[in-house]
């Protein structure tokens, strides 16, 4: 099993389109552009148009998987719905589908007189991509290079940022991944980035970091104490948000080990060991 989900992420790593998405205006007297970035199942986007110094805020109000051609070797289709706030406020709303190697059925409906702008995306291929993502979560402009570099950035006011290096990337051949979820199980969303590991590149190590609803900043996961676990490292994270445990797997020599932990005084406790199925 984990043999086939890993040849699968390597063909998803290989042809995805890389974001951000640049989108024009179709049929409009001044026409407009604007890149627009987004990360897992929607969260943490915003748009910024071409001349603008300023971003908007989109809050995700729809996320929709179409695997019904996948019987036939067909792609995923992944429909997003987005509302643009502006001073708290929603000003209107983003819709969007990406394919495989293609965003579409992209358009923009003003609020205050129901317009609808359609939008094309926008593929410059004079341009190399620069390998920068970015996301704005919890007021915060989170940026990290998916290949290039392993600067991460965290900017929460003009003057008030938090830079660190992410771990390397060893092999050109693999990207690094940024998953946004909830990894303490509080109720607010964390952020995730993962790299495939140092020796065969079959599961990937993960770094977490953890927002503090009340510092409003982000701290990186104390990783636990590894001594009775069978993978040392934050391993293919797995959440159960029903026990409220994270799970790490890896492989050991011919066998794939799973480790399961949970949340103790704040801090990640081991639970139990054994075979991954």
């Not at 979560?137 to 900017?155: E, Q």
């Not at 830079?163 to 990894?183: G, M, Q, V, W």
């Not at 990937?204 to 990783?223: G, Q």
């Not at 040392?232 to 066998?255: N, P, Q, W």
Request: proline letters at 3%.
């Amino acid at each position: 099993m984990y043999k086939a989900l890993f040849i699968v992420v390597l063909f998803f790593a290989f042809h995805i389109k890389a974001q951000p998405f640049t989108l024009k205006s179709v049929g409009e007297k001044k026409p407009f552009s604007l890149e627009i970035y987004y990360g897992t199942k929607g969260k943490g986007a915003f748009v910024q148009y071409k001349g603008r110094k300023g971003i908007i805020p989109l809050k995700i109000k729809s996320y929709k998987i179409d695997d019904s051609q996948r019987e036939y070797g067909q792609p995923d289709f992944t429909s997003y719905v987005w509302d643009e706030i502006v001073d708290g406020k929603v000003n209107g709303t983003y819709y969007l589908t990406e394919g495989l190697r293609d965003v579409f059925d992209v358009k923009y409906i003003r609020k205050s007189d129901s317009k609808a702008f359609k939008l094309k995306f926008h593929e410059d291929k004079s341009e190399e991509y620069d390998g920068v993502n970015r996301f704005f979560l919890h007021h915060a402009m989170i940026s990290y290079n998916t290949f290039y570099n392993n600067l991460l950035t965290i900017k929460y006011f003009e003057n008030d940022q938090f830079k660190t290096e992410l771990p390397d990337i060893d092999s050109p051949n693999f990207s690094r991944h940024a998953i946004i979820d909830d990894y303490n199980f509080d109720g607010y969303d964390d952020i995730s980035f993962s790299i495939p590991d140092a020796g065969m590149g079959v599961y990937r190590t993960f770094t977490v970091f953890i927002f503090d609803p009340v510092t409003k900043k982000f701290k990186k996961l104390k990783e636990p104490d590894f001594s009775k676990a069978k993978c040392s490292c934050f391993c293919d994270l797995k959440l159960d948000k029903v026990k409220k445990e994270i799970s790490s797997a890896c492989r050991g020599g011919a066998r794939w080990w799973k480790d399961v932990y949970q949340y103790k005084n704040g801090n990640l406790v081991w639970l139990r060991s054994g075979e991954a199925e």
